[in-house]
């Protein structure tokens, strides 16, 4: 039987739940954790050496990494968007633990990601534009594609509904 091809893949942030990601991909034979970084260099290192294979590297030194295609962004929220961005224009897939990104009263920075990876690669991109708009009881977020918008809908008590156009697709807490 062949042996099945392993994607490697980098993980930044080497926090708490670093451990789990690292226990649980190694259950997977399709993937392989090659690296993992942190802005701690003795936290990278503390967690290679607990796993064998992995490698320490600075957060900039596994962007750089040819080798790297995925990378599993478990940094704070406050980073999640600066460290998903540079993994895209590094050429990655990037997986995020958590939101994308905290947004603040930042305007048009609420309008991100979502366009970047496409445009990076000389296309379209899928989505034209995001915004974020906060309600009193939480927060609405309408995705436009083309002339379709989606919605996503979060409360203050952690309910959530999506929407595509007008028909509510996922609905939960």
């Not at 294979?53 to 040819?66: F, I, N, S």
């Amino acid at each position: 039987m062949a042996k099945t091809q392993q994607t490697p893949i980098g993980i930044i942030g080497c926090g708490n739940i670093s451990e789990t990601y690292l226990r649980m991909c190694s259950r997977f034979e399709n993937l392989r954790v090659a690296a993992c970084a942190d802005l701690d260099m003795d936290r990278a290192r503390a967690k290679a050496a607990a796993f064998p294979g992995v490698r320490a590297l600075t957060v900039d030194e596994l962007l750089a990494d040819k080798q790297i295609r995925i990378v599993v962004n478990l940094t704070t929220p406050q980073a999640h968007a600066s460290v998903a961005l540079a993994a895209l224009k590094a050429g990655k897939s990037v997986h995020n633990e958590k939101p994308l990104a905290i947004l603040t009263r930042r305007g048009k920075a609420a309008q991100f990601a979502c366009v970047l990876e496409p445009v990076a690669k000389g296309r379209e991109p899928a989505v034209t534009a995001v915004e974020v708009q906060a309600e009193a009881a939480g927060m609405r977020i309408r995705i436009r594609r083309g002339t379709t918008t989606d919605t996503v809908t979060l409360t203050s008590d952690h309910q959530f509904t999506v929407t595509c156009g007008d028909t509510i697709v996922l609905t939960g807490k």
